[in-house]
C-alpha cells in the first residue's frame, strides 16, 4: 500500500521559533494532501487541504499566517508553525490522497510539536 | 454540513468476545462513502473498514464487520474475537462520494480489551 511519512517524529522548540513539518508520499505521487491537528484524546481536526502548485485551503478558524503550508511538488507538502507558542503544542498528522480502490487518505505517522 | 456522531467515549470487551461500536451521520447527500480508522498507541491512522453508500451489501474484512443502516444513518463496527492488538481509539469517518476528498471524522471510541 500506500507509505506517507513525516519527519521530524517529535520536535521540542522554544516558545517565538518556527517549527517546519514534512510530509512525503513515498511510493505515489499525491495531487492534495491534508493536514490535521489532533489533541489529547480528541479528533482529528482538519487545519488545511494541500493542492500541488496552488494555495492551500485553511478552514475556519485556521490562521493562515501561523500555519504556513506549501506544497510545492507532487511528493512533498510542508507545514511551518510560525513564532510558535506552548498553545501550538499539539500532535499533527499529514495525509495525502490518492484515487485508488481505497478511495480515501493514506496517513502519515504523525509529528509531536511541544513548544516551551 | 456533515457530522459524524460517536455516542460511546470509551467500550471495553472481553478477549475472544465480540463488541460493537456505533457511528451515526447526518448528511443530505444520497451517494457517499463511510470508514472505520483505528488509531493505536502509535498513533498511526490504519484503515479498517470502508462502505459505499450505494452498496447495500455491509462491508467485512475478517474479524471485521459493519451494519449499516442508510435510512437510519448509522454505521457500527463489529469487531468478532477481539484480541489485544484491537485495542486503539476507532473513529468513524465520513466522505462524499464527488469531488471533495476531505474527511469528516467523529469524535472516537476507546477501545479497550481485557484479558
Known amino acids: 500500500g500506500a507509505v506517507v511519512s513525516q519527519h521530524p517524529s517529535r520536535v521540542i522548540c522554544k516558545s517565538g521559533t518556527s517549527v517546519k513539518i514534512e510530509c512525503r508520499s513515498l511510493d505515489f505521487q499525491a495531487t492534495t494532501m491534508f493536514w490535521y491537528r489532533q489533541f489529547p484524546k480528541q479528533s482529528l481536526m482538519l487545519m488545511a487541504t494541500s493542492n500541488e502548485g496552488s494555495k492551500a485551503t485553511y478552514e475556519q478558524g485556521v490562521e493562515k499566517d501561523k500555519f504556513l503550508i506549501n506544497h510545492a511538488s507532487l511528493t512533498l507538502s510542508t507545514l511551518t508553525v510560525t513564532s510558535a507558542h506552548p498553545e501550538d503544542s499539539s500532535f499533527y498528522i499529514c495525509s495525502a490522497w490518492i484515487r485508488d480502490s481505497r478511495e480515501t487518505q493514506y496517513f502519515g505517522p504523525g509529528t509531536r510539536l511541544l513548544v516551551l | 454540513a456533515q457530522t459524524v456522531t460517536q455516542s460511546q467515549p470509551e467500550m471495553s470487551v472481553q478477549e475472544a468476545e465480540t463488541v460493537t461500536l456505533s457511528c451515526t451521520y447526518d448528511t443530505s447527500e444520497s451517494d457517499y462513502y463511510l470508514f472505520w480508522y483505528k488509531q493505536p498507541p502509535s498513533r498511526q491512522m490504519i484503515l479498517v473498514i470502508r462502505?459505499?453508500?450505494?452498496?447495500?451489501q455491509n462491508a467485512t474484512e475478517n474479524r471485521f464487520s459493519v451494519n449499516f443502516q442508510k435510512a437510519a444513518k448509522s454505521f457500527s463496527l463489529k469487531i468478532s474475537d477481539s484480541q489485544l492488538g484491537d485495542a486503539a481509539m476507532y473513529f468513524c469517518?465520513?466522505?462524499?462520494?464527488?469531488?471533495?476528498?476531505?474527511?469528516?471524522f467523529g469524535t472516537g471510541t476507546r477501545l479497550t480489551i481485557i484479558p
Open positions: 462502505q459505499e453508500a450505494y452498496k447495500q
Open positions: 469517518a465520513y466522505r462524499t462520494y464527488f469531488g471533495n476528498e476531505k474527511l469528516t
